[in-house]
């Protein structure tokens, strides 16, 4: 397919009889245009189906009104929170976000940081907190402000928005022990930064108790079906298991449907927890124990926190841990 020329400023100043300049200053917003003309300019403009070019004005400018965000998913509904969240500050701030995804690659994530500073991007939000030393190279050498979220556990580059999920996993784990449950086993998938900090929760709370762990572990994607598999395993391979946590609510949901299929009675007979608190979670009967994010808000204050420090404005704090809520449900 051959890429189609795009209308330019002068195409229409010459359907409008007006100099490229006049074009160029009534779509900036220029007040020295009759109004007449404006309105000729932007009905042409629109007939054309018009895209600015921001390419030069960024080269022209110190600041693109623009912030890049890396994410390591697409289709995770903790990052769609975020993401909401960070939009109800950048949008009335006047800036539009350039998203990249990675895949919890830190390669990818490299690549994809790269690409970002090349349009010169005026802050960057950053999903883990654990890099290349290129991209800690990068980001030392662009000098913008940058902040990392989710995680209050390692030490940010800069700065840092989110709950410490070491502690999180520890106290869902010291709640189900609490409640009973003597065989508890954790479910991971990823194994990113955050899973393995929460397996390190999981099993401080398990051996301070005098229990022995017992994690499950997948590289592939968190998913319903992925949480149903590490169900089976576990059922085959560790049958006096009594309870499980899961790294997050997809896989939790998924063990209990594999609990529904096989007869097994939650929570009688299996306890299940998960992480981030998901609607579905959260509304489905029995409802799922789960560690409550704040995914929305953590957003919002991030991006709050990185406008502020574009306007020159200092961190207020180097790491700012919003917490978490133990919510136990009726699943335990």
């Known amino acids: 397919m051959v890429k189609k020329r795009r209308p330019t400023l002068q195409d229409i100043a010459d359907q409008v009889g007006a100099t490229k300049m006049t074009v160029s200053r009534c779509l900036r917003g220029g007040e020295n245009v009759s109004e007449k003309m404006r309105e000729r300019i932007f009905?042409?403009?629109?007939?054309?189906?018009?895209?600015?070019?921001?390419?030069?004005?960024?080269?022209?400018?110190?600041?693109?009104?623009?912030?890049?965000?890396?994410?390591?998913?697409?289709?995770?509904?903790?990052?769609?929170?975020?993401?909401?969240?960070?939009?109800?500050?950048?949008?009335?701030?006047?800036?539009?976000?350039?998203?990249?995804?990675?895949?919890?690659?830190?390669?990818?994530?490299?690549?994809?940081?790269?690409?970002?500073?090349?349009?010169?991007?005026?802050?960057?939000?950053?999903?883990?907190?654990?890099?290349?030393?290129?991209?800690?190279?990068?980001?030392?050498?662009?000098?913008?402000?940058?902040?990392?979220?989710?995680?209050?556990?390692?030490?940010?580059?800069?700065?840092?928005?989110?709950?410490?999920?070491?502690?999180?996993a520890y106290d869902m784990t010291s709640a189900m022990i609490r409640r009973g449950h003597r065989q508890t086993a954790y479910f991971a998938a990823r194994l990113d930064a955050r899973t393995l900090q929460r397996q390190e929760g999981y099993t401080r709370a398990m051996e301070e108790h005098g229990l022995p762990p017992v994690a499950l572990r997948t590289n592939l994607r968190s998913s319903y079906s992925v949480g149903a598999t590490l169900m089976a395993q576990l059922l085959e391979e560790h049958p006096d298991a009594d309870a499980i946590f899961c790294t997050n609510d997809d896989i939790a949901i998924g063990a209990y449907f594999e609990c529904v299929r096989r007869g097994i009675r939650v929570p009688d007979d299996m306890a299940i927890a998960g992480f981030h608190g998901h609607d579905v979670g959260q509304v489905m009967t029995p409802r799922l124990a789960s560690v409550i994010t704040p995914r929305e808000q953590l957003g919002e204050r991030a991006a709050r926190e990185l406008v502020q420090r574009m306007k020159g404005e200092p961190a207020t704090q180097q790491m700012i841990d919003l917490g978490y809520r133990i919510e136990t449900g009726e699943t335990l």
Do not use: C, W
């Open 43 to 168: 009905e042409v403009a629109e007939s054309l189906g018009y895209i600015p070019n921001r390419g030069p004005d960024i080269l022209s400018k110190s600041t693109s009104r623009a912030i890049g965000i890396l994410l390591p998913s697409l289709t995770n509904q903790v990052f769609a929170d975020v993401i909401k969240g960070i939009e109800q500050v950048t949008e009335p701030a006047g800036y539009h976000l350039m998203l990249s995804h990675y895949g919890y690659s830190p390669e990818v994530e490299e690549r994809s940081l790269s690409s970002l500073l090349s349009y010169n991007v005026d802050g960057v939000i950053l999903s883990e907190s654990q890099h290349t030393p290129k991209t800690l190279r990068m980001l030392e050498t662009a000098g913008i402000p940058t902040i990392e979220i989710m995680d209050t556990h390692s030490q940010p580059f800069e700065q840092a928005v989110g709950f410490n999920n070491v502690s999180a």
